[in-house]
């Protein structure tokens, strides 16, 4: 049965009436009702809270009228349940205790997500109940090799040396840690779309520090992996659940990534979206991609960017959004601008 | 008259022997004789004597015999003369004064480069005394944009926020800026070739954080600027000194940079080469572009990365290179190995 909401509609490359826009992290700092809760709380607290993720989650539907929710959480969370503690800190994710050899990897756990993170299933079923049906809700996850880096870097890192010379010294380590973070991933997305999550994205945030040909053996291979296990799974093919995998630093694997068999490659901004759509192919959508500074611009100089994007992706098959997450720095008014901009494209 | 060593073929598009082999940043801290000198001198110490700076930028051609030497000096030189001063932390550069509203851009000085860096100069001299005709020397400076963002933003960055600011909210003083950068920068590497410099280089490290269109306009175009004043300076243009324009994160922006006027695209390592020479056309060579990371690998794989490179380059209009600049944790004998696989590549 093929969906009504425009925003599954557009994921599935079917007609709609209007582009359906989003934004990443759009339940975040830049919005004072956000701040509001998050001075009461810790992020972790957010996070393991399910009234209040469900809260912040609603906030940019209620504000803008989103064309979807997405799920308030960290792509970090699965990792405690893998036994690898995390801390948020002022400066970013630190991970005390680093993966970094295979007696390490052998002894990661393959957690049941329900029984480990049940904080985001009950999020994931209150949020659909306080939607009630006003517009889809997308669950999440960090894609293996994204994890990985965080895994084996112990935290965010510039050159990623630890991590390539696990990938390089020791490539049986590596593909091992990928695979087990694969089955992770898959249950927990598995587990995220039973709870009620009507689409969701992976997120290869650092992918784009790799050669082609390592993309293609380190990060596709194991983000197709967990793509491959849903589409399997009967909760994924009885509904259609659409998949949006995105890669920021995508250029370089354009080609590739029409391969991904996700329904929607989630491009970074710093691709033309007209270009990336030619090299991807017609049997996937695409999702993005302005530039997140490109909200500092004055309201007027916002709407002509939104349909310079607009114009070059085309009506079908595309989910507006930003090219990465929005920045704590921007104006409300501003995303306000820019989600007229969408709505108002002939 | 056509050059007869192969680096300087190799630029031009000449026909070569074999394809010419150097590391950006191979004067660096993996090497035991760069920590030696450095352990008495600080960074700037190094940069403004020039006995040091020629000791340090002969040691990788002693060591493995590359086929091109670098001046050793730093991209962010020219910016205390332009009346920005700059301190170099182990964080990094940092610059307590940033460039931010059009009354600062509007008090930007315009060095006359000999007289403000004329230990620039005299390190050139030397170093081409040094090396008695042994390989050519090459010049180099931050390319006006990346030169830009360090001003703008004060050092590193993430976002680059205040940067993206000023381009978007005062694009006229972004442009203003950007002008000034290029004009100084034109004189600067003028400079160097008449010091003796036989090739430059200008690194656009920062540019790959715009999208294409703000790439064309605030990128490109500037160095574009810069490239055109040289080449219609009697320095230039009487003795054919190959220019060479290295974007890291060049991938979104392959079919403008043919049009950048350099003989060289350096490429950085997330892009296939052959792919790469494909999309620039046939008019220009390109330098580039192993991982740099890839020098973790055993050495016996290094050759195998080396010789896919080579493969898919071609022999013509091709030097070899990283991608980025080598990293501080390299072991030399996997440099060794590296250049040994160019040099014995058929």
């Known amino acids: 049965m093929e969906p009504t909401h425009r925003f599954l509609r557009a994921c599935l490359g079917l007609s709609v009436d209007r582009t359906p826009v989003w934004m990443m992290r759009q339940a975040g ?48 969370i699965p990792l405690e349940a893998m036994g690898v503690p995390v801390e948020f800190t002022e400066e970013g994710p630190v991970l005390p205790s680093p993966v970094r050899d295979a007696a390490r990897v052998e002894r990661l756990a393959d957690p049941d997500p329900e029984e480990t993170l049940p904080f985001v299933m009950e999020a994931i079923r209150r949020i659909r109940r306080s939607l009630a049906g006003r517009v889809p809700l997308i669950g999440f996850s960090g894609a293996p090799f994204t994890l990985a880096s965080y895994m084996v870097e ?63 053996e380190f990060a596709l291979r194991y983000s197709r992996d967990v793509i491959d296990r849903l589409r399997s799974s009967p909760t994924f093919s009885s509904s259609r659940v659409p998949i949006i995998y995105y890669v920021n630093g995508c250029a370089p694997y354009l080609d590739k990534l029409s391969r991904s068999g996700a329904d929607v490659v989630g491009l970074d901004w710093k691709v033309d979206i007209g270009d990336a759509r030619a090299r991807l192919g017609p049997g996937v959508a695409v999702q993005g991609n302005l530039d997140p500074t490109a909200l500092f611009l004055p309201k007027e100089a916002i709407e002509g960017r939104v349909r310079e994007i607009l114009d070059a992706a085309g009506r079908t098959g595309h989910v507006f959004n930003l ?13 306000r601008a820019m989600v007229k901009a969408v709505k108002s494209h002939g």
């Open 323 to 335: 090219g990465h997450g929005v920045l704590p720095e921007t104006d409300p008014e501003h995303v």
């Open 29 to 76: 700092r830049y919005l004072p009702q956000y701040r509001s809760v998050r001075s009461q709380s810790s992020f972790m607290g957010l996070c393991k809270t399910p009234d209040l993720a469900c809260e912040v989650t609603l906030q940019p539907i209620d504000e803008f009228e989103m064309d979807a929710a997405i799920l308030f959480s960290d792509i970090l």
């Open 154 to 216: 112990g935290g965010g890192s510039k050159n990623f040396t630890h991590l390539k010379r696990l990938l390089f010294a020791s490539p049986a380590s590596a593909h091992a840690l990928l695979g087990k973070i694969a089955a992770t991933v898959s249950r927990y997305l598995e587990a995220q779309v039973a709870a009620g999550a009507e689409a969701v994205q992976i997120f290869d945030t650092w992918a784009g520090i790799l050669t082609p040909r390592d993309f293609a």
